[in-house]
């Protein structure tokens, strides 16, 4: 059984920074495309940032580009989202998914549970 388990989320103030990490389980994720995707009550889940299977490339969200990264460890079937500057309108839910087509939502086959982000101003 696959198995996405985000953590690292947690209460952080504007400007501090948070990492969080997906590890997967049940198979290997390791030329598979990676995202992190993010909701707030009452809306979509939107994107966040993905890398791809090799880990050559990746794409962000403009409201997160020159903030985030994303890295992955194939060894240890783990991508991060390292968080900085993080504002208030940052605080959601954050999923991380697997086998996905880059910002496209319906695309991936695996979700994680989601991990809560809180960002006090």
């Known amino acids: 059984q696959v198995q996405l388990v985000e953590s690292g989320g947690g209460l952080a103030q504007a400007g501090g920074s948070l990492r969080l990490s997906c590890a997967a389980s049940g198979r290997t994720f390791s030329r598979r495309a990676m995202g992190w995707f993010r909701q707030t009550p009452g809306k979509e889940r939107e994107f966040v940032a993905v890398?791809?299977?090799?880990?050559?490339?990746?794409n962000f969200a403009d409201s997160v580009k020159g903030r985030f990264t994303i890295s992955r460890d194939d060894v240890k079937n783990t991508v991060y989202l390292q968080m900085n500057s993080l504002k208030p309108e940052d605080t959601a839910i954050y999923y991380c998914?697997?086998?996905?087509?880059?910002?496209?939502?319906?695309?991936?086959?695996?979700w994680g549970q989601g991990t809560q982000v809180t960002v006090s101003s």
């Open positions: 998914a697997a086998n996905g087509l880059s910002r496209v939502v319906s695309t991936y086959d695996y």
């Open positions: 890398i791809s299977g090799n880990g050559d490339a990746r």
